[in-house]
């Protein structure tokens, strides 16, 4: 006798695949905001440099967040990281070894943030928060708690310019970096994995998989992606700001979040965090172009991530059982005598 | 969903079964996460006293005070919510400054009534809003909470122009902010009867032991019978109009109001609670020990900047200290369940 | 061990294993020969799957050796994959996002560089498939799959190692008959090869269809080990329960029920499938069946705590009746839901004895929202005194607490709401003999003043002393209903495991 897979028809193979896929929002999210900024501010898809240019700096950090995620794990660190290396890198003059430096910090940053999940057993959302004030002073204390600029203005410059077309490097790495990563979660066997330390821990440490050693690989990617974000910024803006990324920090977080990277771990893509970035960085581009104040683009942006935290695939069933409950008809909630 | 707090697999561990007690252990550890606050702060105190010019002259205690109390308001509401397990409400800073704002702006058009109706409506808005998102749709606090931060301080910013309120100089505001009784400002002293308040609530009342309840097992509460969407509601709620009362205290202190005034609340605020031996694990915690976190928290800043410590280096004293006290926690409980 | 039997694969010896104060095993030792098939049976808890956990070093030891091929076992659950030892889990351990072929090769990937070698990947999981005589798309994600096809592609992941011997935990529980012929011929085909195979299952049936040797364990101990030509099924069902005829059956009660407290029809749920059960006021109903039969998630269903997926559940509420919905009005008509997990859902075990009492009470002991603490106190000493809590310090953290005294804890903050309907989950799990004396006393004063009682329990004696009539369930279904007349353990095991051993 030979078992086989349940034939469903085209039909149901589309919608089990609906189901299983947590893209949607994201793609729903980006379908609206095409057809609007289409018609309200097409201005956003002629001016593609500063588009894309957004998108990049949105996408990286969120990117570096969603290896984290897919483990279960949560990373708030990254904005600090952000700040502070830039702040490193600015601070020494010489160019290179400031990057590397910056770099080497930021993985470090993630490697402190692992020990206190794995080894001292921290939920991750607290200790990565600690790390977020704590590094934000680190951030004030290395720049006296100003700009730092840049001693080789002339490198940052060149670095803003368009390489190709309207790419700029900034651009390409992230492009490289989104690849990179994309090809690291779906062919590399440590990424891979990622998917089942997030979906099923102790599965995945009873198969035999160095849990330990996936969650450290986590967050040294998030670390040094976040570095690599403060990195560009400084290059780009030819000075560090020591209080920079708190607003990365909100569009990351809801780029992830919407493009259905689900915070339970176990479930995502970076292809999905690719739309949520596309999603938001249209959108903000589009809002700047048309006028419209940063604060109210920080209610668009928080107002989506609030509703894509709420509209969790995997929470609206739980959630749905907790309205019946909570709207019980009360005729019934009388202690019987 | 964010339970898994254990990263390495750990089998689960069966219960002991033996007659009676378990064999009491003490451990330093345990000690020190629930009790250290009350030996750390008086040491603090005694320190400051003795070897930090300034500290023991009036006019800085007073000045403690002054900074001590919006902070205080904020922490010991925000302990609701922690010891509900729903690790911080970050939205705090966005509420302090809106009832701020509100309270200084308002009352200069519309009047005194309506600036405290206002206030009180949208610290209301507030709590239900972050409660239903993480009560019934059972989504990260921290998210949330992130989110309404940021929808909240945008829409501060665009209705005020992000400009500075400031209030007439002879005002109820100002008379309120001025008030002192002896050396302590009337702030301090409405920080003490709001933690006498809440201590009430959290240890006396139905609705605060079911958030003790709720943050030690939320699924025995709600077993037991509770609607525990309403329990989260309530936390979120108790932190809003806490926040709110901080707005209209900061404000009064300086007459003044603007969106900035309360950045860094949310960081304070925590590691008020955390020092105070509140766990971040949910369901332990004290609003009597988040008050001694607040002084403590206050007392050091005041140190570090009687002696020339610069903001950068206080807020990685700080951040230190919470992550150290949430370690020994983490570890205190490690040792517990052995 | 017999001369004639070859050189053991497997061998382990003196096995001892404690949680805290229990013994899950005692004193085991245990062999498997290459081309063997070992199966191990015995009652629920009664250490088979601690046993095997300890073989494949995903638990230590706290006493004893393993040794594969003559060498001691090191190094964990790692050290236990590399030696040959593979395990099908009792609970499924797939990842639902990964693809068929990648659950199969989970944690021994085939890799260069880092990178997936995804042809060889493929070309593994396929042959493994193969083995196993199962087709399914390699590149199908698991999430998509019947329970069934996972169970095998489990097997497969297994079987991919190559190991020298191949445990499986209760492998057919989620099967259909047809689907378990096919493992079973697999499993042969497998040991025909010289592999030893582990085979746990509680379908003695199928232990008798395919194995070679059968150990019987209880209470954490092996009471018998042989080769199946041996045995009879008749005689290892004897050994399971092995108490024949020590069952004081004289605590029994004379249950006079009364009016029909609590109906439910047509219920269906996750793993329940149309349940139809009447429980009357006074009387003990007991729903006995195996681990995975479908029992906690029937009786969550009917108290509301997990949903319905249909079906009707009616409480009499002094004669009136009263749909029951959802949880929190369930609890309010006078509903009591002791769970099985005490220290994940019935404890808040940070807050103290008093507190835990209170919680479901707290509307009684509290005027105007504020706690009246000396009423509370007086309440929860008085109900601490009635399950005799021992030391009856009602201020002490429940945690500080044995597992008896946190499970009288349980039961008496629903014993003070004077419950009209109270269900009891395996409420002796994991508790000394003392306090489970005392629990049973409790529950046949429940009854006996009035109240309608259902008891989960894997426990057969304690199933068979407790209840007036006992139901069992099978594969989320009520498949045979015993009086306490006709009850034993024998009827029971039959019903549960779905052979027909006795009369018929």
């Known amino acids: 006798m030979k078992l086989g897979t349940e034939q469903s028809g085209l039909l149901g193979r589309v919608r089990n695949l609906a189901a299983r896929r947590t893209e949607g929002r994201g793609l729903i999210l980006l379908a609206l905001v095409i057809i609007v900024v289409a018609i309200l501010e097409p201005t956003a898809f002629t001016a593609y440099s500063v588009t894309l240019g957004r998108v990049a700096l949105i996408g990286l950090v969120a990117l570096g967040l969603t290896a984290v995620i897919l483990m279960g794990e949560l990373d708030l660190s990254v904005a600090s990281t952000l700040a502070v290396s830039g702040v490193i890198?600015?601070?020494?003059?010489?160019?290179?070894?400031?990057?590397?430096?910056a770099l080497a910090a930021g993985i470090l940053i993630g490697i402190v943030n692992a020990v206190f999940?794995?080894?001292?057993?921290?939920?991750?959302?607290?200790?990565?928060?600690?790390?977020?004030f704590a590094l934000r002073g680190l951030a004030f204390v290395i720049s006296d708690e100003k700009p730092v600029r840049l001693s080789n203005i002339d490198a940052g410059i060149a670095f803003g310019a368009p390489l190709i077309g309207p790419v700029t490097p900034r651009v390409l790495i992230f492009i490289v970096a989104f690849i990179a990563l994309q090809v690291f979660l779906t062919r590399v066997r440590a990424g891979r994995e990622f998917y089942a330390v997030g979906g099923n821990r102790q599965a995945a440490f009873d198969a035999g998989i160095p849990v330990r050693r996936r969650i450290f690989t986590g967050f040294m990617i998030s670390g040094f992606v976040a570095a690599l974000a403060g990195v560009i910024n400084t290059l780009e803006r030819?000075?560090?700001?020591?209080?920079?990324?708190?607003?990365?920090?909100?569009?990351?977080?809801?780029?992830?979040?919407?493009?259905?990277?689900?915070?339970?771990?176990?479930?995502?893509?970076?292809?999905?965090?690719?739309?949520?970035?596309?999603?938001?960085?249209i959108l903000q581009v589009a809002l700047t172009l048309s006028g419209v104040q940063t604060d109210i683009q920080d209610i668009f942006i928080g107002s989506i991530l609030l509703i894509a935290v709420i509209t969790d695939p995997t929470q609206l069933r739980a959630a749905a059982a907790s309205v019946r409950s909570f709207f019980q008809r009360r005729e019934k909630a009388q202690i019987p005598t | 969903m964010a339970d898994q707090t254990t990263t390495a697999a750990v089998p689960p561990r069966a219960a002991s079964d033996e007659p009676g007690l378990a064999k009491g252990r003490f451990s330093l550890l345990v000690w020190m996460s629930e009790r250290g606050v009350f030996l750390f702060t008086a040491l603090l105190v005694v320190v400051a006293v003795v070897f930090v010019n300034g500290f023991a002259s009036l006019a800085n205690i007073t000045d403690v005070f002054y900074r001590a109390a919006p902070i205080g308001i904020v922490a010991v509401g925000m302990t609701f919510v922690v010891i509900s397990a729903n690790y911080l409400d970050l939205s705090v800073v966005a509420q302090v400054a809106t009832a701020s704002v509100i309270l200084v702006g308002v009352s200069n058009t519309a009047g005194f009534p309506a600036a405290i109706g206002l206030a009180l409506v949208v610290a209301l808005l507030y709590g239900v809003v972050n409660g239903l998102a993480v009560g019934v749709f059972k989504a990260n606090a921290v998210i949330v909470t992130l989110s309404t931060t940021f929808i909240g301080l945008g829409i501060l910013r665009w209705l005020s122009g992000g400009s500075i309120f400031f209030g007439p100089e002879d005002g109820p505001i100002r008379a309120f902010g001025q008030a002192k009784l002896g050396p302590i400002p009337l702030s301090a002293l409405v920080l003490l009867v709001i933690t006498a308040v809440l201590w009430f609530v959290?240890?006396?009342?139905n609705f605060g032991f079911l958030i003790r309840s709720f943050g030690s097992n939320k699924a025995a509460t709600r077993l037991a019978g509770v609607n525990t969407a309403l329990v989260v509601v309530g936390a979120f709620?108790?932190?809003?109009?806490a926040a709110m009362l901080a707005g209209f205290v900061l404000a009064a202190f300086s007459n003044t109001a603007v969106s900035t005034m309360s950045d860094g609340y949310d960081f304070s605020a925590l590691a008020a609670i955390i020092i105070g031996g509140t766990s971040v694990f949910g369901g332990k915690g004290s609003v009597l020990r988040t008050l001694l976190g607040v002084i403590f928290v206050s007392v050091l800043t005041n140190i570090l900047v009687l002696l020339g410590i610069g903001f950068g280096l206080q807020q990685v004293a700080i951040g230190a200290l919470i992550v150290l006290a949430v370690s020994v926690d983490a570890l205190a409980r490690r040792v517990g369940k052995k | 061990m017999k001369p004639d039997m070859p050189l053991p694969v497997l061998e382990a010896s003196s096995i001892v294993k404690r949680f805290g104060g229990a013994v899950a095993v005692d004193d085991v030792s245990i062999a498997v020969s290459a081309g063997e098939i070992h199966a191990v049976v015995g009652e629920n808890g009664a250490g088979k799957s601690t046993l095997m956990r300890v073989l494949a070093g995903i638990l230590t030891a706290d006493q004893g050796t393993v040794k594969v091929g003559g060498e001691l076992l090191e190094g964990g659950a790692k050290g236990s994959l590399e030696a040959g030892i593979a395990l099908v889990h009792q609970e499924l351990s797939l990842i639902p996002e990964m693809t068929v072929?990648?659950?199969?090769?989970?944690?021994?990937?085939p890799t260069s560089y880092g990178f997936i070698r995804t042809r060889q990947l493929k070309a593994a999981a396929a042959e493994a498939l193969d083995e196993i005589g199962v087709s399914v798309d390699l590149n199908e994600s698991v999430a998509r799959l019947s329970v069934a096809l996972r169970q095998f592609v489990e097997i497969a992941r297994a079987v991919a190692r190559k190991p020298r011997v191949l445990i499986l935990d209760e492998p057919t529980a989620t099967l259909t008959p047809a689907e378990t012929d096919h493992l079973l011929a697999m499993l042969q085909r497998l040991a025909n090869r010289g592999m030893a195979i582990i085979y746990i299952s509680h379908r003695i049936p199928e232990v008798f269809t395919i194995c070679t040797t059968i150990t019987v364990l209880r209470d954490g101990k092996v009471v018998d080990s042989t080769p199946l030509v041996e045995t009879t099924p008749s005689a290892v069902i004897d050994k399971m329960v092995g108490r024949e005829l020590s069952l004081d059956l004289s605590s029994r009660r004379v249950a006079t029920p009364g009016a029909l407290v609590l109906s439910a029809r047509g219920i269906r749920a996750h793993n329940v499938n149309g349940v139809d059960l009447d429980v009357r006021s006074g009387e003990i109903i007991g729903l006995g069946g195996l681990v995975g039969a479908g029992r906690t998630e029937l009786v969550r269903a009917i108290v509301g705590a997990d949903p319905r997926y249909g079906g009707t559940v009616t409480l009499w509420v002094d004669g009136h009746p009263r749909n029951i919905t959802s949880y929190q009005p369930a609890v309010r008509a006078g509903i009591g839901y002791v769970p099985e997990e005490r220290r994940t859902d019935g404890l808040a075990l940070t807050m103290s004895v008093s507190d835990n009492i209170a919680l479901p009470n707290r509307r009684e002991l509290s005027s105007a929202g504020v706690i009246l603490a000396g009423k509370t106190a007086r309440f929860a000493s008085n109900l601490a005194d009635a399950v005799g809590l021992r030391p009856p310090v009602i201020t002490r953290d429940v945690g500080e607490y044995s597992g008896g005294n946190q499970q009288k804890v349980v039961i008496a903050k629903w014993l003070g709401r004077k419950p009209r309907f109270i269900v009891l989950d395996e409420p002796t799990r994991g508790v000394d003999v003392g306090a489970k004396a005392e629990i049973h006393r409790i529950v046949r004063e429940l009854a006996d003043n009035g109240a309608a009682v259902l008891v989960v329990s894997s426990d057969l004696p304690e199933l068979l002393e407790l209840s007036d009539v006992i139901h069992v369930v099978r594969d989320g279904r009520i498949t045979g209903t015993l009086s306490a007349a006709d009850a034993n353990e024998k009827s029971v095991m039959s019903l549960a495991s779905g052979e027909n051993l006795v009369g018929a």
């Open chain 1, 89 to 101: 890198m600015a601070s020494i003059p010489d160019l290179g070894l400031g990057i590397v430096v």
């Open chain 1, 117 to 132: 999940v794995v080894y001292v057993g921290i939920n991750s959302f607290i200790a990565t928060l600690g790390m977020l």
């Open chain 1, 238 to 281: 030819t000075a560090a700001d020591p209080t920079a990324g708190s607003s990365v920090l909100l569009a990351s977080f809801a780029a992830a979040i919407i493009g259905g990277v689900v915070l339970t771990g176990g479930r995502g893509s970076v292809v999905g965090t690719l739309i949520g970035a596309l999603s938001l960085g």
């Open chain 2, 202 to 205: 959290l240890t006396r009342t």
């Open chain 2, 237 to 241: 709620v108790i932190t809003s109009l």
């Open chain 3, 101 to 109: 072929a990648e659950n199969i090769m989970l944690g021994s990937t």
